[in-house]
């Protein structure tokens, strides 16, 4: 959610500064009065494109700056970004009247496509032509299978739909594979070559060592008899630290606890330093060839430039080719066992979609319903709803279903697609039904609505009102409405209003108390403020207010 928006030099905006809650909050004013720069400065701070069109007349630069609380989803892409973080995000974008711009996310540059991507799926911004999420088809089987939590189910679907493509690759391959002597020869003297190689994991490494130990050889050798000779010499450590551990002992209590501790080191030292000789007397250089190692290392290191592969996939390369040089050699053969395997997984991915498309077709019916009624408490009752279920010729990532939405909004009138609704309240009902139902299950905490609720009114007006105050149950919602049925159901009222001086215009913001807001909800449903507009406007909001908490 939203905590605050600052706004400065933005259009005719000078300096604007907006705390929020995480409930319904709306904005009314005059038309022309800035509304929809409330929406432009929050989507550039979600990623929009900006240039110097937005800076205010005579200003060097616009500054937009939010603060915000901060999702799983943003966690992630912060860390992977190694960006600090506590509970609050600070996201501040600067655009200069020379089109140069900068952003920021605590106090960290970032990228365009880092701001998209941190606010990716977290804020829904929402206007009335801004509907073609919802409305277009190829989105439609992804809402009816979230509506389903099919996810996990999907996701074992694809890694099988993932296997059989890449059977179905192999086998075309093997089908239009046409070798000639030749490349059969060369498929053989490779396999021999590597074959011959006897190659074994780890090896190369182990011979590097075995290398290194052999030019080593010296200095270790001359270190070891430094340390040896060290501890064994007459007057060496062995006697100085014997003669150190006994002198302490004496009738004295703590010494004699230092002495016996000392004592006990001189008994390791013993140890270790037999540990040491019997490492020397064990050094051969001899015994490592290292003709026969260097050779070794050069003759891998050969294999791994010639067929571009480390040592790993030349060992794997071998079942290659021996896998290669069967198929040429038993063609027949091998073709009749990639179609058996490749039919029993065509057999077991179908079945895997057949499974998904029967819990789809059940859980449509269940969002059919669920659809109507939404739609239907919006003023709509005659309204029908049908997900219609295609099956695809062949099977794809999601299975054999193809799905549209389709709907009926009056009584005698043919299903037809969600995108041919024409009537712009017609549609806007539409809209906040439907995301009534699919934002729940979506990743987005805020909801950001711009006058979606044109071509409606009276009885209509108070049943979307209502519908927007349900929503706001679940995520933050930001409304800017020339409606005083649905203002009325918001929990804070924001008033946007422009004034002149003997230069220029400026937007202003006010958060209105209970006197205020019954008096801006009287000046949007009446050409004048009256007592007995000030009346009912008091009763509209009182009875809203009820009905939500109800």
Known sequence: MIKNLTIKNYAIIENLSLDFNDRFEVFTGETGAGKSIIIGALSYLCGGRADSS?????????????????????????EEADIDYEDELIVRRVISAENRSSIRVNERNVTLGFLQELFSGEIDIHSQHDNQYLLKKQHHLELLDNYAGLAEEKGKYREIYRDLRKTEEEYHQLLNSQYDEREL????????????ANLQPGEEEELKKKEKRYKDFEKISANLTKAIDLYDQSEGIDEKFYELA????????????????????????????????????????????????????????????????????????????????????????????????????????????????????????????????????????????????????DLDANGKDEVEFLISLNKGEQLKPLVKVASGGELSRLMIGLKKIFIRLSPVNLLVLDEIDTG??????????????????????????????????????????????????????????????????????????????????????????KKKTA
């Open 54 to 78: 937005i800076v205010a007349r005579g200003k060097d630069k616009c500054i937009i700056e939010g603060v915000f609380s901060v999702s799983e989803h943003m966690r992630s892409c912060l």
């Open 185 to 196: 020869d060369f498929l053989k003297f490779s396999l021999d070559e590597l074959t011959k």
């Open 246 to 393: 006994h002198l302490l002992g004496n009738e004295d209590e703590e010494l004699r606890e230092i002495s016996q501790n000392l004592n006990d080191l001189y008994y390791s030292l013993q140890d270790q330093i037999e540990h040491l000789k019997q490492i020397y007397s064990h050094m051969d250089r001899d015994e490592i060839d290292i003709d026969a190692v260097q050779e070794r290392i050069y003759h891998l290191q050969r294999l791994k430039r010639k067929y571009s592969l480390d040592e790993e996939g030349l060992i794997a390369h071998i079942s290659e080719l021996e896998e290669k040089i069967r198929a040429y050699e038993n063609k027949e053969e091998f073709v009749a066992q990639f179609e058996k395997k490749l039919s029993e997984k065509r057999k077991k991915a179908m079945g895997m979609a057949e499974s998904i498309s029967s819990q789809r077709k059940i859980s449509a019916l269940a969002l059919e319903r669920t659809i109507e009624k939404e739609v239907g408490d919006l003023m709509l009752p005659n309204v029908s709803f049908k997900v219609d279920f295609q099956d695809k010729t």
């Open 456 to 545: 409606i009114s009276g009885i209509t007006a108070d049943a979307v009102g209502y519908k927007i105050a349900q929503i706001a149950d679940q995520l933050q919602v930001i409304a800017i409405t020339h409606l005083a049925q649905v203002a009325a159901y918001g929990d804070d009222h924001f008033y946007i209003y422009k004034e002149d001086d003997s230069v220029s215009t400026h937007t202003h913001v006010d958060e209105l108390d209970r006197t205020q807001r019954i008096r801006e909800l009287a000046r949007i449903t009446s050409s004048s403020v009256s007592e007995a507009s000030l009346k009912a406007a008091e009763e509209l909001l009182d009875t809203a207010q």
